[in-house]
């Protein structure tokens, strides 16, 4: 099965395993990923302005090459989906948004002949491991299962949130990551603040408030048993290594794939 797929800019640089071992998992679990040519950075935030399309714009070509490869669009990266399916969603709800943007976007010398309106199928990496793989299978593949590591899942605010366009998981009591953690041998640790901010967007405003709030995070995982937090977000796993005030380890959900898989260097 092939997929298109959008690494972002983070993938490349700070969170490389991230990338490195989606890639690598994918092949063993019969996914191939197509990165996109020539992509740029996702905007970084999705700014809910109606009249501001210029930091869209890369989504949108992103979404418009998949459509035209005939492949659904997979993201790794919390904040670079997050961006991509809203403004996925905002392509297909909103048409004076759309007609904004398509008619920039389709101007002689901007390299795409067709208008988009939404078509590309948007999945994370998680989902594609849910939805299209399956866990079952997952777990079949498993060579070294995480017996006996007690792992929490950190999912933040950008996987769920907005819930009613995300659409991955229940936002208040989301399982994807348990289910994932399970698939691959592990115990999954559920506490309070699995879902809440970091801080991630405030560190460089107000890093104590930030530390504050990646350090209640870390300690209400450590409470509740976790050996290690998983995460598919880097900004969350920068906050909470650089600014959290707790040495719980938070590692890549996709590092932790590999060590299941067998494959991790």
Not at 143 to 162: E, M, Q, S, W
Not at 204 to 219: I, N, P
Request: aromatic letters at 8%.
């Amino acid at each position: 099965m092939k997929f298109s797929y959008f690494p972002g800019c983070t993938l490349k640089t700070k969170a490389k395993q991230l990338d490195v071992y989606a890639r690598k998992c994918a092949e063993v679990l019969g996914i191939t990923l197509e990165e996109i040519p020539a992509w740029q950075c996702c905007g970084g935030v999705f700014n809910a302005s109606r009249d501001e399309i210029a930091s869209k714009l890369s989504a949108v070509r992103a979404l418009s090459a998949a459509r035209d490869a005939g492949q659904p669009l997979v993201s790794v990266c919390s904040a670079c989906h997050n961006v991509i399916k809203q403004t996925n969603a905002a392509m297909q709800d909103d048409g004076e948004f759309a007609s904004h943007v398509n008619h920039y976007l389709t101007q002689p010398g901007q390299g795409q002949a067709e208008p988009y309106y939404g078509e590309t199928e948007v999945y994370h990496y998680l989902e594609l491991l849910r939805d299209v793989v399956g866990f079952d299978k997952v777990k079949a593949a498993v060579k070294h299962p995480l017996t006996g590591k007690k792992i929490g899942a950190y999912y933040g605010c950008l996987l769920l949130r907005p819930s009613g366009v995300m659409a991955m998981d229940d936002p208040e009591n989301p399982q994807i990551l348990e289910d994932f953690i399970r698939a691959i041998g592990g115990e999954p640790v559920i506490y309070a603040m699995r879902n809440e901010c970091c801080g991630g967007y405030m560190t460089l405003e107000d890093k104590a408030l930030a530390a504050k709030k990646s350090t209640a995070v870390l300690d209400n995982a450590s409470v509740n048993g976790a050996d290690l937090l998983v995460t598919a977000c880097p900004l969350c796993k920068y906050n909470l290594d650089k600014n959290g005030k707790n040495d719980l380890p938070v590692v890549y959900f996709t590092e932790l794939l590999a060590e299941a898989l067998g494959i991790k260097e």
